[in-house]
């Protein structure tokens, strides 16, 4: 009985031995195929995110040092299987010294090869485009900030077919087809960069910033995208930061209203003239212009500038008043007033009609 006990536990634990060690040899196999899938993705780039960044490598780095600056900037996880590569796959590699701008999308080989050749790097320039901008100014700007010539940027903007759906249908053929949606905000751009993917960029920003929601509300109110950013330009152009609500109110107000169906807008005149006025005369809002809104009822053809989103959502969301009128105060801000009686015994730096 004593040798059977003794037999019996020799061979449970035998088994638990075996089962140790089958645990040790599955968990390892378990864990090296979860490198080699872990290492065949960073090589092979099979699931990776398409994120750049500038690097810049000095003279005569090492690959343990390319391995790290590469780590460092989020191109790669694992420096040293980028190493091992590196070794393994190339001979006598040298790496091109400055600036690079190498994508995390890229495998291992494409890496290589586009950091021991010359230099990939563009230098690029953060240009900020002012809310209420026109489209010659930015034109200006960016031809002063050397991210395109005025000549090739003008003809993209008139001409160019876009695949965004807010200015698809905009006919060709003039410069400001555009005007309304070239999205005020701080851009980063190429140096002499391509015209079309400027001009993309403020149209891909628009297109965020003009949510479904605004789409839907603007529908709501019986208004087409580009009517609202037509009345949202004027908006930008007449108001102060604390008052487009209410300005925006006496527009929304006046499109309704039979007996002062002209908005009268001094900004849409200022248009017109295609010049600046410290202040309009009556002659001024005579001018024979389709722009002309002291002429020409509603809305006019299109934006006047280039509105931020503050001037959009006053647009869509205008204060509940009664008021037609407002008047422009030397302090820049304004009054509002009901009735044309109260609007003319208030100071006013626009021109009064006639």
Do not use: W
């Not at 040790?24 to 993705?41: Q, R």
């Not at 202040?279 to 212009?289: A, F, G, N, P, Y």
Request: hydrophobic content about 35%; overall charge neutral.
């Amino acid at each position: 009985m004593t040798n059977s006990g003794s037999g019996d536990r020799r061979r449970k634990k035998n088994r638990t031995q075996v089962l140790m060690y089958t645990a040790f040899v599955l968990g390892a196999a378990m864990l090296l195929s979860a490198f080699v899938i872990v290492a065949a993705n960073e090589m092979f780039a099979l699931m990776k995110p398409d994120y750049s960044a500038v690097i810049e490598i000095p003279e005569n780095a090492s690959v343990g040092q390319v391995a790290g600056i590469l780590k460092d900037a989020g191109i790669i996880k694992h420096p040293n299987l980028f190493a091992l590569f590196v070794r393994f796959s190339t001979d006598n590699v040298r790496f091109v010294a400055g600036k690079h701008e190498p994508s995390a999308a890229l495998d291992y080989r494409a890496l290589v090869r586009m950091l021991t050749r010359k230099s990939s790097y563009r230098e690029t320039v953060t240009v900020t485009i002012p809310e209420g901008y026109e489209i010659k100014q930015i034109i200006e700007l960016l031809a002063a900030k050397g991210v395109c010539s005025r000549e090739e940027l003008s003809e993209v903007l008139a001409n160019h077919e876009f695949e965004s759906g807010f200015v698809k249908d905009l006919k060709k053929g003039e410069v400001t087809r555009l005007q309304g949606f070239l999205f005020p905000d701080t851009y980063e751009f190429y140096l002499n960069d391509d015209p079309a993917r400027v001009v993309n960029k403020f149209l891909s920003n628009f297109e965020k910033k003009f949510t479904e929601n605004m789409k839907q509300r603007a529908g709501q109110l019986g208004f087409s995208v580009h009517e609202i950013v037509t009345l949202a330009s004027i908006i930008e152009k007449e108001a102060s930061k604390q008052d487009r609500a209410l300005i925006s109110s006496v527009f929304h107000n006046r499109l309704k209203n039979k007996t002062y169906p002209y908005l009268e807008s001094c900004a849409t005149i200022q248009y017109a003239l295609g010049e600046r006025k410290e202040r309009l005369t009556i002659e001024d809002t005579r001018v024979d212009s389709p722009y002309n809104t002291y002429r020409n009822k509603g809305l006019p053809p299109g934006p006047i500038a280039n509105p931020g989103l503050d001037s959009l959502e006053a647009a869509l969301y205008p204060e509940d008043t009664d008021y037609l009128f407002f008047a422009l105060q030397e302090d820049g801000t304004h009054k509002f007033s009901k009735t044309y009686e109260e609007h003319i015994k208030k100071p006013n730096l626009n021109p009064t009609r006639e």
